[in-house]
């Protein structure tokens, strides 16, 4: 028998994917770009154990045995074979069955990229335990959850869509099929600056609300990209060019750019959820107060010094510098007493991530 365990960090994008260009392989409408955090606080962590007297694969997710068969979970362990047969790594291991036991140490489905450092997580563990190289899956990550594929790496990561010369009709047969692993493994994360190159970045989680949300992302962007036209308009106008923009303030570290951009990303990823139809509401009054803080606060620290991003969920996620943090929480606490919807316990102050890989095995 073999077990590994494997500790995976959630990503906060600050340029949002939302809609995919085919939805079996998880291929995006647009690159995207987040920061990981560290594994300090939010974390998923799966062990597996693989034996050659397992009778068959299973799961178990935060505590209880869930369905193995789900079609995203099959495509991620089904993929990880493919390719440890194909590299001649993991020897025997590569027939045994597996048990997979994955837990959150955050609210699941809230918003809070759950799906990103679950899937991440479970490529990564497997991967380690059959000996591949845990930096040439994420395209396999991806395809358990889009926003996975980016908690593969620290820093700043971008996901890249397919590139338009892969694009094409779908036809029959043995070119087709060569034609899908290529576009399958060309659409990748990769790390714009590392961790260490703007060290001083420190995100604060604001847990509004823990349920879990009434409109899961899949379905959601799904019905955003059939009904939306403002959606087609972010698509082709506006996210290639801000992705660019986003780029070039990291490299600068140019804070008031990169959290101008975060806020506007948010503001019409949302915007596109209200004007799908029927309408997708993830954030909240709460939520709303919020956004009116943060400006209010720049606007008294004069300068842009807080940015909030919000997923799919009320959750409020806030960009800033480390110099920032203690008027932040302290006017945080001020602004949104003990009694108000967002208390204290929930405030978590989250260090950007602090390793050179993301994910450590213990
Ligand atoms: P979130 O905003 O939390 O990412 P999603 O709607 O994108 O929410 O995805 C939630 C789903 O992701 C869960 O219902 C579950 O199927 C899957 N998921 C979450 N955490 C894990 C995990 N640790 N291991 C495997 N799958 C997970
Ligand atoms: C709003 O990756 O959860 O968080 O690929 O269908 O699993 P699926 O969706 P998911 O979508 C994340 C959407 C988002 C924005 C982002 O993380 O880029
Ligand atoms: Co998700």
């Not at 997710?61 to 993929?79: D, F, M, T, W, Y």
């Not at 990550?141 to 694009?167: D, I, K, T």
């Not at 720049?298 to 799919?312: I, L, Q, R």
Request: charged share 20%.
């Amino acid at each position: 028998m073999k077990i590994c365990t494997g500790i995976a960090p959630v990503n906060i994008a600050v340029i949002k994917y939302w809609g995919k260009k085919d939805e079996k392989l998880i291929l995006p409408m647009n690159d995207s770009i987040s920061g990981t955090l560290s594994t300090d606080e939010m974390h998923a962590k799966t062990s597996v154990a693989l034996s050659p007297d397992f009778t068959e694969d299973k799961l178990w997710l935060n505590g209880k045995e869930v369905s193995i068969h789900q079609p995203r979970v099959a495509v991620c362990l089904s993929e990880l074979r493919k390719l440890a047969q194909q590299k001649k790594s993991g020897g025997d291991m590569v027939h045994w069955k597996m048990h997979i036991c994955s837990e959150n140490n955050f609210p699941t489905a809230a918003g809070l990229a759950s799906s990103a450092a679950g899937y991440s997580c479970l490529v990564f563990t497997i991967a380690h335990a059959l000996g591949l190289d845990s930096s040439q899956v994420s395209h396999i990550a991806r395809q358990g959850s889009g926003s996975a594929c980016r908690s593969m790496f620290g820093g700043f990561v971008r996901w890249r869509a397919l590139p338009s010369e892969l694009e094409g009709k779908q036809s029959d047969g043995e070119e087709s099929e060569d034609l899908r692993r290529k576009q399958s493994e060309a659409s990748n994360a990769e790390q714009i600056i590392s961790e260490a190159y703007w060290g001083s970045m420190r995100v604060i989680i604001l847990v509004v609300n823990d349920q879990a949300k009434s409109t899961s992302s899949t379905d959601g962007m799904q019905r955003t990209t059939l009904t939306s036209t403002l959606y087609t308009h972010r698509v082709h106008t506006v996210v290639p060019e801000r992705c660019e923009r986003m780029e070039t303030a990291l490299n600068e570290k140019d804070f008031a750019t990169f959290a101008q951009l975060t806020m506007q990303d948010s503001n019409q990823f949302h915007a596109c959820c209200l004007d799908t139809y029927p309408p997708i509401v993830y954030m909240n009054d709460t939520s709303h107060a919020v956004v009116r803080f943060v400006h209010e606060f720049n606007t008294v620290a004069g300068g842009t010094k807080v940015a909030y991003t919000f997923d799919a969920g009320p959750n409020a996620c806030l960009y800033l510098l480390e110099d920032s943090v203690p008027l932040l929480l302290s006017t945080l606490v001020q602004y949104f007493p003990a009694s108000s919807e967002i208390s204290v316990p929930y405030v978590r102050g989250l260090k950007y991530s602090t390793t050179p890989s993301p994910l450590q095995l213990p």
